[in-house]
């Protein structure tokens, strides 16, 4: 097969895998070399589905000895198959580059032979690109559960970034969908990452040029829909994922129907308006000081499809609200529907200058039409005249999104 | 009406904003010779650049308000914006009176319009640095055309340095005739134009072949969202991508 046939097949392979951000890393380009990395990272192209493509994300192999259910890549799937020599890797990965395709490399591989071997033959890749091509862009790589702590330590001095995927939320999901792997073998090499991480922080401490270790961080991958898990087992994970093991990232990646699997909910579309839900409640949890048990609890164990889940606290904490925006404080600002972490700041910074009002906030590049019915501006309220809790919701809740929500849930109900 | 007229460089606008307050005058427009009209109730004052007032004023904007207030005027002196000239005085006018938290005052409407201006300018930046395509020539030579709606093509020159720092290359903005020339040591802006079509090194075709087919092959088709991709990738970048065409 030519490299060509090889790329397709074996992107085709890599596409499930949602994450392909490139930043978090800050690494220089060293003399003579080629490439380095860009703190926020760059994205360099979007492809038909709205991604970014930010890195060449590409497996090693799709030979797999694995056969999880919900995986394109399971050894029992009749799909072409496919494995790259470590040159064809670092060709392509090269000749991307230099021509400003990509940021960098984003190789996983399925479990091919063993995952010491599948993680030996990624090591070379690395390997090669920083030692014999001198490439400083960005490189993420899978670390394989079940790999020696050794190999995973070799590649952790040479990456940017590494990521495990837990893939499904419970251990039940596991043994029913993916016999083969077990929770230890998957939180093993995260824990050792972390420390590992932890360490080499501590030590550039004392010694400046001690080697980095992973200075990316580590991210992990979270199939939703494919298991009956509510929102709130995936929500309390991530928090988890998040304090426990100091994780950069949780993807969330709505299950793509790739099987006719009896043990897999029967879909005709992935669940992506549950997807952006989880990473809108995702994002409250890391940037806006909300904790799961308040955004969701046993009554209400699943994210509203219709609302996001900020307007959906706020409606259920109405009495907190109307805020003052010329009084209120960072904490709660943030909290306001519809204002996000850059209008609070622009807020807090220009009302040291003069008392805003709703015009202001106009100008500013605000968004109000949520946040009208949660603001006050020098005293003055712009939404409707009581804060009744059912009369706002009707007024903010997506009416396109309802129709797609129903469908959707109706879908789940069936099945379970 | 007054009009100051400047040769379109970054030294002669500086050395506007220096005339208007050495003449105590309020001009009602600030432009490059380039963008002259014809128009019977103007009164032309030509400014000749000097070196040392443009330093002066330069000087003065970094330790007087801040390093940041000079990038946003330079950028807006970028933008080509009708009018950017007088959005750059009004907002010096009010960035002399305030200092370092002028661009933090964003209730006024100079400082406001300053604000969206170098938005615009950095967002496009940003954007190129992603959508920027070379390709190899014979001679070894990476060549790139952009068409940026902004004169933005200085900017991108030192993030390139840094990553392609051991090759050749050009960044041609088609739209201005001007090109980044960059020689492995360091980097000039010239005019340029390319008098014969360019010739691609024998490989360049079937790497571009394997990134349409990873583009192609990377997308999944039940996501498929043509609206959120062109929210992300404007169209008018598209010409110049090779995943594209």
Redesign the interface.
Known sequence: MD??EK??VL??A???DVSCSSSGSNR??KD?????A?LSG?????????????L???LMSNYCVYDCAYCVNRVSNDVPRATFTPEEIVD?TI??Y????IEGLFLSSAVYKSPNYTMEMIYKVVEKLREEENFN?YIHVKAIPGADRDIVDKVGHLVDRMSVNIELPTEEGLKILAPQKNKENIFKPMEQIKNSIVRSVDERKKFRFSPKFVPAGQTTQLIVGATPDADLKILRLSEGLYKGFDLKRVYYS?F??VSNNSNLPAIK??P?VRENRLYQADWLLRFYGFEAGELLDENKPNLDLMLDPKCDWALRNIHLFPVEINKSDYNMLIRVPGIGVKSAM?IM??R???S?GFD?LK??GIVLKRAQYFITCKGKHYGLKSMNEEAIRNRIVDKQIVTDGIVQLSMFDKVY | MIHYIYDGTFEGLLTSIYEVYYRHENPDDIIPKDWEEDNFLIQRYRIETDAQKASKVYKSIEEKISEESLKRVFYAYLSEIPKSGMAILNYLRIGYKMGANVDSNLSNDAVLTMDRVYHKVATEKHRLVGLLRFKMLENGFFYSSVEPEYNIIGLLAPHFANRLSNENWIIHDMKRDIAVLYNRKEWIIKDFTLEDDIIIREDEEEYQDMWKAYYKHISIESRKNLRLKKNHMPMKYWKHLVEIN
């Open positions: 490299v060509i790329l397709k992107a085709d890599a596409k499930y220089k380009n003579g070399g080629l490439g380095d860009s760059i994205c360099h192209s979007w492809t038909d589905d709205g991604r970014c493509i930010s060449l994300k590409i392509i000749n991307f230099k021509r400003n395709y862009g709505a793509v129907p579309s992935p992506l622009k910074s220009a040291r200058f003069a805003l202001d100008k500013m």
